[in-house]
């Protein structure tokens, strides 16, 4: 190994280390911060509702640990940019055209590229581990023989179809100028079916934290029970030609009375 190699992990001939105290504190204080043992209701939500539906409770604490492992790492990574840029900064000649005194030359490091290579796997690996847990959680279907409302979601440029079968297969069909309105019931569980008649699109409810590819000739599906009765948009999330930010649609979460009015306005044709 080179010799200038050897001295970037050597201490100082004071015994003092090359990296100074404060500096070492900077880096570690985000750590210290995110190890506190915050729990998920006592940090922000950070743009999204809390408890819409069962999926925000799952995906809330996925969307915050990814935020504080990016504060981390952007922290950390900040604070040695800059140290190296002070720390090793050209110094101020000290006669006018004297020579340019250069920092130490070092070849590599073994330990510290060891560190950068790992560090990152690290960081990914624990990020897939929640996100493939968490994704399998709310992909998950009720084993049939369990009740749940189904809604068959189509989606065409740039439309959406919501088709009822508790209504007879009645089916909604929205424009660009008149969206369409998918009423839920409150508290009870609901059943996405979706799929598309042309192009990939993509279903994006943002105060629900769920969106799902919708694609031709393949049914993909997500069920989840709405906790809050309100009014929320909805979005295509996949571009798909000219008119993609028309195609949009509204949801309404009612309670199950006023849902089941409106199924049976359906039936009647009155809705």
């Known amino acids: 190994m080179a010799k200038g190699a050897q001295k970037i992990g050597e201490t100082s001939s004071n015994g003092g280390s090359r990296v100074p105290n404060r500096a070492r504190a900077i880096l570690l204080a985000p750590l210290i911060f995110a190890l506190a043992g915050c729990s998920s209701e006592k940090l922000p939500a950070l743009g999204f509702p809390r408890g819409v539906t069962d999926i925000n409770d799952i995906s809330l604490s996925l969307w915050q640990g990814a935020w504080i492992a990016a504060f981390i790492v952007g922290a950390i990574t900040a604070v040695l940019i800059l140290w190296a840029a002070f720390r090793y900064r050209v110094k101020r000649r000290a006669n006018v055209g004297g020579p340019e005194q250069l920092p130490e030359q070092v070849s590599y490091h073994l330990p510290l590229e060891i560190i950068y290579t790992v560090v990152p796997f690290i960081i990914v690996a624990v990020l897939f581990y929640f996100t493939a847990r968490d994704q399998s959680t709310i992909t998950k279907i009720s084993p049939a023989g369990v009740a749940v409302h189904e809604i068959d979601v189509n989606a065409i440029q740039w439309a959406w179809q919501f088709t009822y079968p508790e209504a007879e297969d009645k089916t909604v069909t929205g424009t660009p100028e008149k969206l369409p309105t998918m009423y839920l019931p409150v ?6 079916n979706l799929t598309a008649s042309d192009v990939v699109h993509s279903i ?3 105060a629900f934290m769920m969106q799902m590819q919708a694609l031709p000739y393949v049914k993909n599906q ?42 049976n306005a359906l039936k009647g044709g009155v809705a």
């Open 187 to 192: 508290g009870e569980r609901i059943r996405i």
């Open 204 to 206: 994006w409810i943002p």
């Open 222 to 263: 997500f069920e989840f029970t709405a906790q809050k009765e309100g009014t929320y948009p909805g979005f295509c999330n996949m571009h798909c030609g000219r008119n993609h930010s028309q195609m949009r649609f509204t949801v309404k979460v009612v309670s199950p009375a006023e849902y089941q009015n409106y199924i």
